[in-house]
């Protein structure tokens, strides 16, 4: 196995949520799923908000053995959180030069796919019409301060409209315009909402459904795209194909 040529582990590390045991069990589960897939890979998960902490986790891959660490975040842009708020973690923990850090979780190139079968499975089961005849509208977080969020929610969405699946594609934000309530209104077509989250906190299981009551023809929601249970084979993919790039990169020269 590529992992007992060079021993790696893996940390998912994700936001955390406020007093949230149900969204922080989401990650847990993906993470248990993960390493169930792969056992060669000792595989564990952390918070920064919250508990289980990031630090520990670092600490639990630490204990076994690996030289190397790669840290998959469970976060749909590489925004302040992967890119500042990781790394300084992971400096502060002692463990920085063994870290590998992974492309976040909203930027795998499997993610438009799996959002295309779901939308398609809703709009065929829950809307009983053809994806042609429907909408699709993927929501993401948005930010004032910050294009990462919306620049991936576009990034996907371009990909969601080149498989030429529903009538059209189109993007909103809770944070920054084109804002959730006046896109969801904007178009009389039947729709399927894709939370484009990580997992169900406020925003996915509070707000986007409150603004769904204002739609003018029927809907259907995926809830939060990080929270399907087929996540964790997109994490486990990309964390195999670091290891095989790794090891390829530290194998002796013939």
Same mark, same amino acid.
């Given at each position: 196995?590529?992992?007992?040529?060079?021993?790696?582990? #893996?940390?998912? &590390?994700?936001?955390?949520?406020?007093?949230?045991?149900?969204?922080?069990?989401?990650?847990?589960?993906? #993470?248990?799923?993960?390493?169930?897939?792969?056992?060669?890979?000792?595989?564990?998960?952390?918070?920064?908000?919250?508990?289980?902490?990031?630090?520990?986790?670092?600490?639990?891959? %630490?204990?076994?053995?690996?030289?190397?660490?790669?840290?998959?975040?469970?976060?749909?842009?590489?925004?302040?959180?992967?890119?500042?708020? $990781?790394?300084?973690?992971?400096?502060?923990?002692?463990?920085?030069?063994?870290?590998? $850090?992974?492309?976040?979780?909203?930027?795998?190139?499997?993610?438009? %796919?799996?959002?295309?079968?779901?939308? &398609?499975?809703?709009?065929?089961?829950?809307?009983?019409? *053809?994806?042609?005849?429907?909408?699709?509208?993927?929501?993401?977080?948005?930010?004032?301060?910050?294009?990462?969020?919306?620049?991936?929610?576009?990034?996907?969405?371009?990909?969601?409209?080149?498989?030429?699946?529903?009538?059209?594609?189109?993007?909103?934000?809770?944070?920054?315009?084109?804002?959730?309530?006046? &896109?969801?209104? *904007?178009?009389?077509?039947?729709?399927?909402?894709?939370?484009?989250?990580?997992?169900?906190?406020?925003? *996915?299981?509070?707000?986007?459904?409150?603004?769904?009551?204002?739609?003018?023809?029927? $809907?259907?929601?995926?809830?939060?795209?990080?929270?399907?249970?087929?996540?964790?084979?997109?994490?486990?993919?990309?964390?195999?194909?670091?290891?095989?790039?790794?090891?390829?990169?530290?194998?002796?020269?013939?």
């Amino acid at each position: 196995m590529l992992s007992q040529k060079v021993p790696v582990a #893996a940390v998912v &590390v994700g936001h955390g949520e406020r007093g949230g045991a149900f969204s922080n069990a989401i990650l847990l589960g993906h #993470a248990d799923a993960v390493g169930a897939s792969l056992p060669d890979i000792a595989v564990t998960a952390g918070v920064l908000s919250g508990t289980p902490t990031l630090e520990d986790a670092l600490a639990a891959a %630490a204990r076994s053995g690996a030289r190397h660490i790669l840290v998959y975040p469970y976060f749909m842009a590489a925004g302040f959180f992967v890119n500042t708020k $990781v790394p300084k973690r992971l400096s502060e923990a002692g463990v920085a030069e063994r870290c590998r $850090v992974l492309a976040p979780l909203g930027a795998d190139p499997g993610m438009p %796919a799996l959002i295309m079968r779901k939308a &398609v499975a809703l709009a065929e089961a829950d809307l009983g019409l *053809a994806p042609a005849e429907c909408r699709l509208l993927l929501v993401g977080h948005g930010s004032q301060v910050s294009r990462a969020s919306a620049e991936a929610t576009e990034a996907v969405a371009r990909r969601l409209l080149a498989m030429n699946s529903f009538g059209a594609v189109a993007t909103a934000y809770l944070e920054e315009p084109p804002e959730l309530d006046d &896109v969801i209104t *904007a178009d009389t077509r039947p729709t399927v909402v894709v939370g484009f989250f990580n997992v169900d906190g406020l925003h *996915a299981g509070e707000e986007v459904p409150q603004a769904m009551l204002n739609a003018p023809a029927p $809907v259907a929601y995926t809830g939060p795209v990080g929270a399907l249970p087929e996540v964790a084979g997109l994490i486990a993919n990309a964390i195999e194909a670091e290891v095989a790039a790794l090891t390829r990169l530290l194998a002796p020269s013939a």
